[in-house]
């Protein structure tokens, strides 16, 4: 795989997260002068726009990663989902690190992820200082704060499962000196990053309405559900229990019939939705989180003679694709299975497009759930891979799971929510429901979705799971979380002080 773009390396110190940088996706705000709220009334609203196109960054070997290839690394390669794909030498350096737990505080990811969420913060930040003088009204000004606050939380929510206690910034820096001290410098014990999460979205639920037309932004549900799920891991059952229940009941979601209509574009911000990141038609462009599609796209080998679709990483695993039970709908509708049957009747998406047999296609297993038509007339640039998908980061059928989770843990019912998500699949229901049958719904319904390594770890299992897949490499106490980048440790001045045994 080759990129086809002049990446840049830059380094991100937590000095620089006191502005937001230069991006196409997002303002560009300096730390002092430029426009303020009393010369532009929409300054406001526009920063906010701004936090929410942070979520698109996906430069993952330069400018900043949210969303991209390293998140896809960090989530899914690494777990027993997926394996790393394409050949066996492209991106060992960083992703085949990454996937086989060799990762050093050197790796470009784990560093281009620190800044693409700290870009992110920093954008929140701003926008919140802009809200605080901005002169709307004040129910608006308390929903757009709940709106940036809601994805601040979610932020650091990502970077505290990443790298456990981080600098916690919740401000812009009044100078050059006041962005050199320690708050910018020095993590925080990861308890104390939780509780800050804990109010951003308590404060968004407070402040948010309940969904009413599906327009992308974060809801009173988003709120609780994600609220929910930092709870969750906390193994603070009541919390999960009460907040889910509440999702629950407003009757504002629901499963949708089909699951695998909710990886098409006729899926976007459905009745299960509860948050995605926007992409596509959102603002009539080709307006997408960067490298997320292309580089899990299926890619050509063997005898080739076909125009593939990407770069041919993030492949679902056999460990996977066993996990499935005999009739469960769900894994032909996150599997793309490669034809290897010595027929060449190749493979046929749900579009119409054929993929060839396994002596043209790299890999025998890819990301259905990853997948942007190519017959449909849709894309703007109709020669680009990289096509625009919206990426779900919340929805219904994760807080039916949570609330089986809890209610198993609290004594009560963990059955009826199990059996919703069950039935969809077309499975039959489940009497007296374990832990473990809640842990394997998770993975079959998530699968893909960027949860499943985070998941082993809360549960305590991460070294059992790996080492059963053969990555023999994972250490207990180490693995569980990324290295600090060792850049971030030099600019800092040594205050930022390394993950154990890295």
């Not at 394996?83 to 990454?98: A, F």
């Not at 104390?192 to 309940?210: E, G």
């Amino acid at each position: 795989m080759k990129t086809k773009r002049t990446l840049r390396h830059i380094l991100f110190t937590t000095i620089a997260l006191t502005a937001v940088a230069c991006s196409d996706n997002f303002l560009d705000v300096p730390l002092q002068g430029g426009q303020t709220p009393d010369l532009d009334p929409n300054l406001a609203p526009k920063l906010v726009t701004g936090v929410y196109n942070s979520m698109t960054q996906g430069d993952s070997w330069g400018n900043g990663d949210m969303h991209g290839f390293a998140f896809i690394s960090v989530t899914n390669i690494i777990s027993d989902d997926a394996d790393k794909g394409s050949t066996g030498s492209d991106q060992l350096v960083p992703v085949g690190d990454i996937d086989n737990f060799n990762t050093t505080p050197t790796n470009k990811f784990a560093e281009t992820l620190w800044g693409g969420h700290y870009k992110g913060i920093s954008a929140a930040n701003q926008a919140l200082l802009a809200l605080s003088t901005s002169n709307l009204d004040p129910a608006v000004r308390r929903k757009l704060q709940g709106e940036v606050r809601f994805l601040r939380g979610y932020f650091y929510f990502n970077l505290v499962r990443m790298f456990g206690g981080v600098p916690l910034v919740l401000r812009v820096a009044a100078d050059a000196d006041d962005a050199n001290t320690d708050v910018f410098k020095v993590r925080v014990d990861a308890s104390v990053v939780y509780d800050s999460i804990k109010r951003d979205l308590q404060f968004a639920a407070d402040n948010l309405p309940l969904k009413t037309i599906a327009d992308g932004h974060a809801t009173k549900g988003a709120a609780q559900a994600m609220l929910a799920k930092v709870y969750l891991y906390q193994k603070d059952w009541p919390k999960v229990l009460e907040l889910t229940n509440e999702v629950i009941s407003s009757g504002k979601y629901s499963l949708v019939d089909d699951y695998a209509e909710l990886w098409r574009q006729v899926g976007d911000n459905n009745e299960e939705s509860i948050f995605e990141i926007q992409t596509g038609k959102f603002n009539n462009s080709n307006f997408r989180v960067d490298n997320y599609t292309v580089c899990q796209g299926p890619r050509v080998g063997g005898v080739g003679g076909w125009n593939d679709l990407g770069w041919g990483f993030n492949g679902p695993s056999a460990n996977l694709v066993n996990a499935y039970e005999p009739g469960d709908v769900r894994k032909d509708a996150t599997i793309i299975a490669i034809d290897n049957s010595g027929t060449h009747k190749g493979t046929v998406l749900w579009d119409g497009f054929r993929i060839p047999s396994s002596d043209s296609v790299q890999n025998l297993y890819y990301n259905y759930k990853a997948y942007t038509s190519k017959t449909l007339e849709q894309f703007p640039i109709k020669e680009d891979k990289d096509h625009p998908k919206n990426i779900r980061i919340l929805r219904f059928a994760d807080v039916l799971l949570m609330n089986a989770e809890a209610a198993l843990h609290e004594g009560g019912d963990a059955a009826t929510p199990l059996n919703l998500v069950r039935a969809r699949a077309k499975l039959d229901p489940k009497g007296a429901v374990t832990i473990d049958d809640i842990w394997h719904e998770r993975r079959v319904e998530l699968a893909m979705e960027h949860d499943r390594f985070w998941d082993l770890v809360r549960q305590g299992r991460a070294a059992q799971v790996m080492h059963a897949v053969g990555k023999t490499n994972f250490v207990e106490g180490k693995h569980e979380l990324l290295p600090i980048p060792n850049s971030q440790i030099l600019l800092s001045g040594n205050k930022l002080k390394q993950n154990p045994l890295y």
